[in-house]
């Protein structure tokens, strides 16, 4: 089942996850922002850009799981570049976003 269509500024989905309320946080790589998505409706509720395309990853941590960190890529990036986007491969920590992330799920090896 199709959740939700990208739309061209937001390019290709990456890592996710998921808050409390049930809502899913998308990466998009080469978008340079991090989106949450209402997956009962299917509707962007949130973007959250940053100050890098290439971003890979999302999750919640802190004390209590209100903060989400951001990774970013800067893998196979030329020089020219990496000079016009100085962030590329740097971790985000983003407080204010008025929701909390779930802790993660430990397994047994």
Known sequence: KLLYHLEKEEQMPDGMCIDAEGKLWVACIDGGRVIRIDP??????????????????????????????????????????LAKEPHAGEIFKITGLGVKGIPQNFYAA
């Not at 299917?42 to 890098?52: A, F, H, N, S, W």
């Open 40 to 81: 009962e409706t299917g509707k962007r509720i949130q973007t959250v850009r940053l100050p890098t395309p290439r971003i890979t990853s999302c999750c919640f941590g802190g004390k209590d799981y209100s903060e989400m960190y951001v990774t970013s890529a800067y893998d196979g990036l030329d020089e020219i570049t």
